[in-house]
Nanobody, 125 residues
Framework: QVQLVESGGGLVQAGGSLRLSCAASGNIFSINAMGWYRQAIGKQRELVAAVNSGGSTKYADSVKGRFTISRDNAKNTVYLQMNSLKPEDTGVYYC???????????????????WGQGTQVTISS
C-alpha cells in the first residue's frame, strides 16, 4: 500500500505564487517518475510537469517558464513551485508517482502509478 498526500493548494490572485507538495509513504522500494496533473471543471486531466529518477523534467507548454517541478528522494516528496499564476491555472492538482513496491519476493508497480487525493488551486483575476 502506498499513500500520497498533497498540500499547498489555495486561493491566490493572478500573478501570485503557490508551492504544492506531495509526500509518499508506505511500501516504497523506489520511485521512478513523479508528476503533477491538473483537472479544470469540464476538462480532462492533463499533465502539468514531470520529473524522472534522473532529474530530467518536462512541462506543459502552458506552464513553461512559470512552474518548476523538483523532487527530494530522501523524503519521497515532489514539489511544484508555481509563479505568475493565471486564472486558467485554476483546477484540482493531483500528484502521481511510479512507486516500485516489494512484497512476497516480487517487485511491482501499480499500473498508471499511484495518485494523491488532489488539492484545489484557485486563481482569481
Amino acid at each position: 500500500q502506498v499513500q500520497l498526500v498533497e498540500s499547498g493548494g489555495g486561493l491566490v490572485q493572478a500573478g501570485g505564487s503557490l508551492r504544492l507538495s506531495c509526500a509518499a509513504s508506505g511500501n516504497i522500494f523506489s520511485i521512478n517518475a513523479m508528476g503533477w496533473y491538473r483537472q479544470a471543471i469540464g476538462k480532462q486531466r492533463e499533465l502539468v510537469a514531470a520529473v524522472n529518477s534522473g532529474g530530467s523534467t518536462k512541462y506543459a507548454d502552458s506552464v513553461k517558464g512559470r512552474f518548476t517541478i523538483s523532487r527530494d528522494n530522501a523524503k519521497n516528496t515532489v514539489y511544484l513551485q508555481m509563479n505568475s499564476l493565471k486564472p486558467e491555472d485554476t483546477g484540482v492538482y493531483y500528484c502521481n508517482m511510479e512507486v516500485q513496491q516489494y512484497s512476497g519476493g516480487y517487485y511491482f508497480t501499480s499500473p498508471g502509478g499511484s495518485w494523491g487525493q488532489g488539492t484545489q488551486v484557485t486563481i482569481s483575476s
